[in-house]
């Protein structure tokens, strides 16, 4: 797997990546490096520039420091307005990036604009079983403190339901990418609402 330039690498580490730290822990800086490692992963096999696959993923979730709803809006704006990133890209290739973190929601009504947008936007579905129901969790007690058990699960299903299901809205954006079978394998657990309850609890208990 290539990798970005050793330059751009120590920026990102030391002025970028930190900032995650005071994320919530479905954002924090697990997230986002599992995010860059799949994105670089992705690039391999597309072809895309790596120095600005990694940038992206880098920046993807920088607005999580305002409102979640706009959080990509406010990703974008922030790597746009990054006059450090001029020393190693052109203005067009910025506005792509920008694009790209723009278009990383799952929840977009549309495809991203470009290769790199789907990149992203497929290195950001953390389908992977564990992962999924993992943050999840999380998300729901790092930000309903308020909520009891049973309303906590409430949440999680309706959560899993609306997003991830075999009518939710997530659209993988890459053909042959790892996440369809890891996706056939969250919507087998879905649908047995058993073995997504038993779920919840081990990550619930976990999070305690």
Known sequence: MIQPSLDLMEFIETQILPQYSVFDRAHNMEHVTRVIRRSLELASHTGADVNMVYTIAAYHDL???????????????????????????????????????????????????????????????????????????????????????????QRFREHMEHKYSANGYIRLWIPGSPNERKLKDLRRIIADEKALREEFEKYYDEAL
Not at 95 to 110: L, P, Q
Request: aromatic share 8%; charged share 35%; net charge positive.
């Open 63 to 153: 607005g999580m420091s305002g409102p979640r709803a706009v959080h990509h809006i406010t990703g974008g704006r922030l790597l746009k307005q990054d006059t450090r990133l001029k020393r190693w890209f052109s203005a067009e290739q910025i506005n792509v990036m920008k694009e790209a973190v723009e278009d990383h929601r799952a929840s977009a009504s549309r495809a991203p604009r470009s290769m790199y947008g789907k990149i992203v936007a497929e290195a950001d579905r953390d389908i992977d079983p564990e992962q999924v129901f993992r943050r999840t969790v999380q998300y729901g007690m790092s930000n309903y403190p308020e909520k009891d058990k049973e309303e906590h699960w």
